[in-house]
C-alpha cells in the first residue's frame, strides 16, 4: 500500500524558534497533501489543504503566517511553524491523496505517522 | 462540523464482533461513508468505505441502512490491537474531498 513518512517524528524546540516539518509520499505522486493538528484526548483538526504549485487553502482560524505551508513537489509538502510558542505543542499529522485525481471518484488518502512538537 | 455522530466510547470482549455505529441522516447523494482508527499516537488508518451497498474487505465489513442515514463497521473478531479511536466520516467526492473529523468512538478490545 501508499506510504506517506513525516519527519522529524518528534522535536522540542524552545518558543520563539521556529520548526519545519516534512511530509513525504513515498511510493505515489500526490496532487494534494492536507496538514492536520490533534491536541490531547481530542480529534484531528484540518489546518489546511496543499495543493502541488500552488498556495495553501487554509481552514478558518489557522494563521496562514504561522503555519507556512509549502508542496513544492509532487511527493513533498512542508509545514514550518514559524515563532513556536508552547501552545503551539501538538500532534502534527499529513495525509497525501493519490495523483491523478479523477473527478467523480474519491481519491485515497494515506495518512503520515505524525510528528509530536514540544514547545518549551 | 463533521456531519456524523458516534458513541463515545465501547468495550469489547476478545475475539467478539465488535460493532460500531454510526449516524450519518444528513448525508447526500454524492457522499460516501468511510471509516478510518487511530491507535494511540500514530496516524489514522483507512479501514473501509461504501456507498450504498454493504462492503466487506480483509479488515471489517460495513454495513449501510437502506436509507443511507446510518452504517455500522463490523470488526468479525476483536484483537486487542483493535483498541483505538474510530472515525466514521462522510465525504462529497465531488468536492474537494476533505476529512473532517468528529470525535469518533474510543473502542476498547478487553481480554
Known amino acids: 500500500g501508499a506510504v506517506v513518512s513525516q519527519h522529524p517524528s518528534w522535536v522540542i524546540c524552545k518558543s520563539g524558534t521556529s520548526v519545519k516539518i516534512e511530509c513525504r509520499s513515498l511510493d505515489f505522486q500526490a496532487t494534494t497533501m492536507f496538514w492536520y493538528r490533534q491536541f490531547p484526548k481530542q480529534s484531528l483538526m484540518l489546518m489546511a489543504t496543499s495543493n502541488e504549485g500552488s498556495k495553501a487553502t487554509y481552514e478558518q482560524g489557522v494563521e496562514k503566517d504561522k503555519f507556512l505551508i509549502n508542496h513544492a513537489s509532487l511527493t513533498l509538502s512542508t509545514l514550518t511553524v514559524t515563532s513556536a510558542h508552547p501552545e503551539d505543542s501538538s500532534f502534527y499529522i499529513c495525509?497525501?491523496?493519490?495523483?491523478?485525481?479523477?473527478?467523480?471518484?474519491?481519491?485515497?488518502?494515506?495518512f503520515g505517522p505524525g510528528t509530536r512538537l514540544t514547545v518549551t | 462540523d463533521a456531519k456524523t455522530t458516534q458513541p463515545t466510547s465501547m468495550d469489547c470482549a476478545e475475539g467478539r464482533a465488535a460493532n460500531l455505529p454510526c449516524n450519518h441522516s444528513?448525508?447526500?447523494?454524492?457522499?460516501?461513508v468511510y471509516w478510518y482508527r487511530q491507535i494511540h499516537s500514530q496516524g489514522p488508518q483507512y479501514i473501509i468505505h461504501?456507498?450504498?451497498n454493504n462492503e466487506t474487505n480483509e479488515m471489517a465489513s460495513l454495513i449501510i441502512t437502506e436509507d443511507r442515514k446510518s452504517s455500522t463497521l463490523i470488526l468479525p473478531h476483536a484483537t486487542l490491537r483493535d483498541t483505538a479511536v474510530y472515525y466514521c466520516?462522510?465525504?462529497?467526492?465531488?468536492?474537494?474531498?476533505?476529512?473532517?473529523f468528529g470525535q469518533g468512538t474510543r473502542l476498547t478490545i478487553n481480554p
Open positions: 495525509s497525501a491523496r493519490a495523483f491523478p485525481g479523477t473527478s467523480g471518484s474519491y481519491d485515497e488518502q494515506y
Open positions: 461504501g456507498l450504498k
Open positions: 466520516i462522510v465525504i462529497d467526492i465531488q468536492g474537494a474531498q476533505k476529512l473532517v
Open positions: 444528513t448525508i447526500s447523494g454524492n457522499e460516501y
